[in-house]
């Protein structure tokens, strides 16, 4: 089968023809990809930057953002047949560790990240296991969602988490309305009556923003965390999810937020300065935040499959997996790049 | 009446003869003071450090960590009468604001600081309001319970919101056991059944953790990070509370944190430095934390006359304020000083 | 002034001239009412179902639910201004116990409530506390709003509670589409994603809940409990918002609710017959509730003031309050009746 | 192997030889087992009560409150190995339902229950999954702590649910200090500093109730509703625990409940009758539980192992499991039952 290989840190992948992978334990599952998200953390793989922490043997197959069709199942999986159409959370889990049971398999401690730290799904077939797999309407068309597989449920991690803060009168900050972002404001708006102010440096992004349900945006050109202030009575915002988070973004980031106030980091790249003064005396909090779980991504299909959440995407053939990386890399991507095999 | 004030910045304070405070407004309270005790803050007030954020004219009263009975009240002040022992909230608050109806009156938009903004209670008498008094058990001593006012309640604040991670089977590492750590441990002892991680410069301080409920301690001699990493099976605490949070701890502090778990800045003085990866990558937390709130104070309160959190206390007579902050400066207080006027 | 006032229970309101309120305490405040709306628990004043728990003083003026501009302050009032346009907490709270502390001010001890205990609002002027005013903007009509102080701040309270339990992929069944429960489906629309199914005896009230947001309506016919297991996979739904809770309404709520779910009682008259093994071999809930706080008024009025929110209200003069109250008794109200002075 | 097997509802089980169970699927998991515990849930099987909603086909093995050692495990097992000592989860779970994945297992909707749908554990081995399975320290003897796989897990589950409920200065009732109870007690008092008031028929429970951390005792004795309120200011408890909710302590239950309380029903038999208007006035809630998570019996497991939770046990051959059954039904026993194979 075609597969987007590296074979080399700082070099474009490329398309190499490999053995199809097949069906090893009674829990695995092999999927045939009908869409592969082009990620940002493409990027950064290419430019070495999750060697350390992944260590994957060169060359591999990169892609972490999938959908497509059950095409084998092992032994003792009960819960996906041949041919269902399903999205894959991106980090099979063991199911049997303290986070896996506590509803927080993201943390789980055995879990695997197909595309970071062995082949993933930039292919035709992606080896997973049963407890990724989500089942979808079987009409739904695998390119349409897979963006939400890793861009969409981080997003909504975010956004879940951030809920509960967002009543009736408050103001939530998101900083970049991009892949992730265009997705946190749909589910800000369908989940949330909070007023919503986006921030971004692209003009056209913005736009995208106010169609979605952004009630105002803000061009980030150096006065933004004086607009926001301006937006939120001098105090800030009650939440600012930064889906940017560095350059700068992420001391803005911290300023655009209101005493008693969350700034939730979910871009990254930048790093955090703050005297422990500025935080205990307004009792500010800084929230990590991480891909969702499984149960997530099933609910944001729901919201998918409502219309609350759409993708704005465009596909490229497999074979042209380096242009679509090098439009992602030159700000030429509204939303998301979806590769289809 | 006597009180301790400030005629300038970097000057030890004085005791002067000033008239006595008298009710104004119809919710004001006078109390004549049985005990007030001597912080960190009041050395860092001295010091300048609060001159910008609360701006009071010098000279003036400081202390803002009072009990004592209440000496005269307003025409429409229900909830105290003269001759009650009570415990004073720090920062009187107005009760109308959306922080104090939501139960967060620490952040209420109206407050005052007495001992910061303006005249405080190290003194013969304190003017406060109906709002900030906590009544007492009659036979309660101020001055065994006056540290609970402003060091009790902010350790409290921070261990009771950290309840929900401390489940059996987590550990939580306590940083810095002096004026507020030896109040956190036994509210985390009290309150949890978590495995308690005590670290400390000083052995002394150690052995008084151990005393109250410490499971282990750790010497804060440079290996201390390891030295918890090595307890907690190599992952760090699910909760840090750290209640010094300069001078490096801050960056040991996060350090010591493990994957989904949260730092908590009690202390201040320091600044934090953190990679927006390591806070994405590992969904970890910083929590900031201010003093509690009335209620708060008001369980905290139970927990003293129940004999489950006991204050180790060195008493001076109000003239000796001087003295007090020169031993609490120099490491010379174990638990907190108290002056009794 | 001219205010409808009980004489005697089972008998009608008549409308009286009376003095006009006046401030007595620093906290009070007169307002003028500028609607006053008229609600089920008048018709259950009237019967004398209230007597008991509330021991009016007969003659005296009903009226709960009400929004004007404020007419006279005591001299310690710093939240409102004469000539401010308010709508009103319907019970005055003390702000000083444990409840009005922690963000539960409707379970204040020390409240009152105007119109059950002592003279209401179907008045000319009001005499009411500080802390019952929600300033609101100064072009709102109050007869526009009235609605929103009783029966609006209790259906949203009760949504309020639920949204945590009401992620995408929920179900939420709605039990009468009423005054209340007209607000509640808007509420649930503004906040939540879940799926929402309402039931009522009465067509037209169906038809105005699908245009309020309901995606499923079913009469209450005697097969809808059935037609909500049909729309739920068989498994119930997983909150049931019951806002009618008698004449077994209340039995069908519970059994309309899914294994671990929660069945949320509003209405009332009648009574839940339940078998204890029914209750913990499926972990099901019975959750209380009442008028919501202050803050969720003004939440509340920021759902309004955004158009999220909107009344259905008839409007009647004063002095045509009897022909209200028969109109709601005989079922020929749609939303609230309102009563403009 | 020797089995305790039920050949007809309203007889009892008699003990005979077996095949011993094998290892099937590859999750599935043999344990011999070292403890079962003797529950009131068996006599309920016998009465033939459970008949209806698990259907077991006669004869079969009752049992359900098992620990013992791994003697064979499936080729997919990778959380226990043959010789592991384990406690086990009452209901082996899927781990792939939206329950199981939220950590809440123990609402699996592909849950089996080994004692009372099929084959349990009062017998030399038992047939389960490698979910259900929770690992011990290989010292711990399973005779000492079977009761806690059911008994200790449902009290511990209802207690944790409170803790948000108990902070200082609230008061819980727990009702029925006998198997599940006097575990329940411990618990309370590891995790929370609310006073603590026992109910019991039994002056003996009472005594064990003291020892176990209760501040009060009550003689369930026609009074005890007039004595919890006497012990609470009239109010009643901000929580009741009722382990009975049969034969009237359901009503007194939610009658000692204080207004914005909970009554938790944990016991069963009885049945609830509650006037909807007391319900909403009040805002109290009744709140359903059944047994805990696995991660729950992991919890409760830590606070056995640090001795804050200690069983008082009675054990008996396996071959008397009619006499011990015969005990329990007599009331003749303090604490819990263990037969031991």
């Not at 080399?8 to 695995?28: I, K």
């Not at 953002?65 to 059950?70: H, Q, S």
């Not at 404001?185 to 923003?209: F, G």
């Amino acid at each position: 089968m075609k597969a987007v290989r590296l074979h080399g840190y700082h070099q474009q992948p490329v398309v190499d023809d490999v053995p199809e992978p097949t069906v090893q334990g009674p829990l695995d599952v092999v999927v045939k990809i009908g869409g592969a998200g082009v990620c940002r953390t493409d990027l950064h793989i290419i430019e070495g930057q999750w060697e350390a922490a992944m260590g994957p043997t060169l060359p591999y197959t990169i892609g972490h953002e999938n959908a497509g069709w059950v095409h084998e199942v092992g032994s003792a999986v009960t819960n996906v047949q041949v041919g269902d159409t399903v999205i894959l959370h991106p980090t099979p889990t063991c199911g049997l560790c303290r986070a896996c049971r506590a509803g927080q398999d993201m943390h789980c401690v055995n879990s695997s990240f197909p595309g970071l730290s062995h082949d993933g799904g930039m292919a035709e077939y992606l080896l997973t296991s049963a407890r990724a797999c989500v089942k979808l309407d079987p009409q739904t068309r695998p390119q349409d969602v897979a963006a939400l597989a890793d861009a969409g449920i981080t997003a909504y991690h975010a956004v879940r988490k951030a809920i509960p803060l967002l009543y009736p009168g408050t103001t939530c900050v998101l900083v970049g309305a991009g892949g992730l972002g265009h997705i946190g404001i749909q589910c800000l708006a369908a989940l949330t009556a909070t007023k919503i102010i986006v921030v971004d440096r692209n003009p056209d992004a913005l736009k995208l923003a106010e169609q979605l349900g952004a009630q105002y945006t803000v061009v980030a050109d150096g006065g933004h965390v004086d607009a926001v202030r301006d937006l939120t009575d001098g105090a800030g915002a009650d939440v600012v999810l930064d889906f940017v988070a560095e350059q700068g973004a992420e001391q803005d980031g911290f300023a655009m937020t209101r005493p008693a106030g969350s700034y939730f980091v979910i871009g990254y790249g930048g790093e955090v300065h703050v005297p422990t003064l500025d935080i205990i005396s307004t009792e500010r909090n800084i929230i990590g935040n991480i891909v969702g779980t499984y149960n997530e991504l099933a609910e944001l299909m729901v919201l998918a499959e409502s219309g609350k959440v759409t993708l704005h995407t465009k596909t490229y053939p497999l074979a042209e997996a380096a242009e679509a990386l090098k439009d992602l890399d030159a700000g030429r991507v509204r939303g998301r790049a979806i590769l289809v095999p």
